[in-house]
């Protein structure tokens, strides 16, 4: 188990003890560095490239080398946490992604049926968009056909009812003139009779005056 590094190690101090090979520790450091964080992580290496970081840090000296070094540091302890839960979540969705694939064997048949289904579908709801908007047009011009329609309906209504007034004022005159007509007739009848009657006078009285 590595040991904790307290506020007081933060600071790179020259070691006075037993010598360290900071070369190879580097070299070690290298190795690290060209194995993927979860390789590190999985072969248990992770704290063990924390102190060789660690090592390098307090003896190295380079004043160049020494903030980098502190952030190494910093980001590896805090990758102690934070990989656990990545790989767990990776995991978790990998037994997920191979527990469907083993329910859905035939899931890419399934979606180039359904896209083509999909595609059909599209197809037709254009062609029937289309034909709504075809039909929209022909609507809006029968129903201005038949506001022209009932126009003229109501203008030949109009027209008809005042033909049928004149046809009674007609009607009436007509009745009139019958009866004129008639009585006319009637005093020609009278008068012919009259005239009738005269003329059988007018003859005896010829034959008594005038024989």
Request: with cysteine; net charge negative.
């Amino acid at each position: 188990m590595q040991d904790e590094v307290g506020e007081s190690d933060t600071t790179p101090q020259q070691n006075h003890g037993e010598s360290v090979n900071v070369e190879q520790q580097r070299k070690k450091l290298k190795q690290y560095m060209d194995m993927s964080i979860e390789s590190i992580f999985e072969t248990n290496q992770l704290n063990n490239m924390e102190r060789t970081v660690d090592t390098i840090y307090h003896h190295s000296g380079d004043a160049l080398e020494t903030p980098i070094l502190g952030d190494l540091k910093k980001q590896l302890t805090g990758l102690k946490d934070k990989i656990p839960s990545l790989l767990s979540s990776i995991n978790s969705a990998e037994a997920e992604r191979e527990s469907l694939c083993k329910q859905n064997p035939d899931l890419p048949t399934k979606l180039s049926q359904v896209k083509l289904a999909l595609q059909a579908d599209e197809s037709k709801l254009l062609e029937l968009t289309s034909e709504e908007a075809r039909l929209e047009v022909e609507i809006r011009k029968l129903i201005e056909k038949k506001e022209s329609v009932l126009s003229q309906k109501a203008s030949a209504a109009e027209s008809v009812e005042r033909r049928k007034q004149k046809m009674e004022e007609l009607k009436d005159i007509e009745a009139i003139i019958k009866k004129a007509e008639y009585s006319c007739f009637q005093k020609r009848n009278e008068l012919s009779k009259v005239n009738a009657t005269i003329n059988v006078t007018l003859m005896d009285a010829k034959r008594v005056l005038f024989k």
